[in-house]
């Protein structure tokens, strides 16, 4: 039987240098937050010809007004028609001046292709906030509940000690969500709040399995087995499961990651590469992490 207990020190160390570079990385790039949390405007425009590059649209608008701007290419599946959308970040509602200067300026620098303006929404401040902070509070309500439901299901474990570490471990997975976002210049977007919920499905569910190996090895032993013995034992029996789970998800999730970037959907792509971090993360947490915790508060108690 393996002692993962005892290389406890080895996951902590990964997990700080991971979280520390999150932080460096946070310090770098700073938070960006999409129209649909920060408010701002959209603007669509449909073209015809060669695709129009999103990253030099970005650099455009970005020197054209000085905000930061993201754009996506979309094609019709009926008419095949190609749109332009782009999302401007800020307080600031897009004028109609500030409409003009961006179309003359696309028209400029891509001549050969026929744009033509389409819609124009702004989102004021106010909503996104409100949006964000609602994102928020169903990401604590889950947390809230999952400690609540560990605690009641794992009472003979030390239901409450089970619960702490496993919301240890589910912050453990949203910082890693939210550092590649960090990292990677992604616009916090309703995105993030679907991919932080999805990831603390995975990760607690592979939590609640270690602790019932946990529970149901202690009944097993009639409560003789050391706390070491009996975590290293429980992790040894569902890890086989947890990274066969993990795989396939990762497997799955991977492919809507390449069909994503192949087509340049940015939102996909957005979606997809935080979501695959997440999964590997929930899965080295939740089979390592919070039982070596769990485990460090037992002995000492």
Known sequence: MRDFYGKRKIYYIISLALILAGIVGLFINGVKLDITF?????????????????????????????????????????????????????TKSLETEDQEKLYKALTEKYADNKIEQGSTTNVEAAIGHRFLTNGLIAIALAAIFIVVYVTIRFAVVSGFTAAITALIALFHDIAMVFFVFVIFNI????????????????????????????????????????????????????????????LMS?????????????????SIVNFALPMMVGILSGCYSSSLLAPSIWCSFKNKK
Do not use: C, H, M, W
């Open 38 to 90: 920060s408010g701002g405007a959209k603007i669509t425009y449909s073209y015809t010809g060669n695709e129009i590059n999103a990253t030099e649209v970005e650099a455009l608008f970005n020197k054209t007004l000085g905000r930061d701007a993201t754009a996506q290419n979309a094609t019709g599946y009926q008419n095949d028609d190609t749109s332009l959308v782009i999302s401007l970040s800020g």
């Open 187 to 246: 616009p916090i977007n309703d995105g993030f709040v679907a991919v932080v919920l999805t990831v603390l499905g995975y990760s607690v569910n592979d939590t609640l399995v270690i602790f019932d190996r946990i529970r149901e090895n202690k009944k097993l032993s009639g409560n003789k087995l050391p706390i070491v013995d009996l975590v290293n034992k429980s992790i040894s029996q569902s890890l086989t499961r947890t990274i066969n789970t993990s």
């Open 250 to 266: 990762l497997a799955a999730i991977a492919l809507v990651l390449i069909f994503g970037a192949l087509n340049g959907l940015s």
